[in-house]
Antibody, heavy 121, light 107 residues
Framework: QVQLQESGPGLVKPSQTLSLTCTVS??????????WSWIRQHPGKGLEWIGY???????YYNPSLKSRVTISVDTSKNQFSLKLSSVTAADTAVYYC?????????????WGQGTLVTVSS | DIQMTQSPSSLSASVGDRVTITCQAS??????LNWYQQKPGKAPKLLIY???NLETGVPSRFSGSGSGTDFTFTISSLQPEDIATYYC?????????FGPGTKVDIK
């Protein structure tokens, strides 16, 4: 059974960079076939897809965040990571990592439990 | 980007009632639509993929239909454990986008 677990600071100061890591167990990122995504949810709001990375390192980012987002992968640790720069209070959200399944790569069946990141001084 | 809308934003129904949620895309997305259930404090759970296919292990009281721009999600007989927020998600075009959600409560 595939499991994902987010980790990283729960509090980030404005203008700094948010950094999160997703550790995957029960399956190997390097086996290919899946898009590894980050998705966030503002408090009490809907879901926003941030971007994905493939095991090869290819990425696609949501244009709304593209200038501030970097997603990377470390296949040796079976992890992928999110960096979001120049954060503001508007980036306060629960951040989820998820595996994209299905022929499209966007059927999100496996999710982490989510981690709340608060942007505040 | 494709925009998704849902209606209603919330609803209250009795146990055993038939519940229907609609989702509309800003342009034709064929059948590239998923439905998720999210309970408080939990990650979303995929219920329906490709607009009408039931994900493995999901109860048959859940169903989906539609294509193009208009989609429907139905709970045939509402159960207490169905209290949640339901989201549609398109994946025809990048970026994949979610609807704003429909919160379902028990009356």
């Amino acid at each position: 059974q595939v499991q994902l677990q987010e980790s990283g600071p729960g509090l980030v100061k404005p203008s700094q960079t948010l950094s999160l890591t997703c550790t995957v167990s029960g399956g190997s990122i390097s086996s290919g076939g899946y898009y590894w995504s980050w998705i966030r949810q503002h408090p009490g709001k809907g879901l926003e897809w941030i971007g994905y990375i493939y095991y090869s390192g290819s990425t696609y980012y949501n244009p709304s965040l593209k200038s501030r987002v970097t997603i990377s992968v470390d296949t040796s640790k079976n992890q992928f990571s999110l960096k979001l720069s120049s954060v503001t209070a508007a980036d306060t959200a629960v951040y989820y990592c998820a595996r994209g399944d299905g022929y499209s790569g966007y059927d999100f069946i496996y999710w982490g439990q989510g981690t709340l990141v608060t942007v505040s001084s | 980007d494709i925009q998704m809308t849902q209606s209603p934003s919330s609803l209250s129904a009795s146990v055993g009632d038939r519940v229907t949620i609609t989702c509309q895309a800003s342009q034709d997305i064929s059948n590239y639509l998923n439905w998720y259930q999210q309970k408080p404090g939990k990650a979303p759970k995929l219920l329906i993929y490709d607009a009408s296919n039931l994900e493995t292990g999901v109860p048959s009281r859940f169903s989906g239909s539609g294509s193009g721009t208009d989609f429907t999600f139905t709970i045939s007989s509402l159960q207490p454990e169905d209290i949640a927020t339901y989201y549609c998600q398109q994946y025809d075009n990048l970026p994949p986008a979610f609807g704003p959600g429909t919160k379902v409560d028990i009356k």
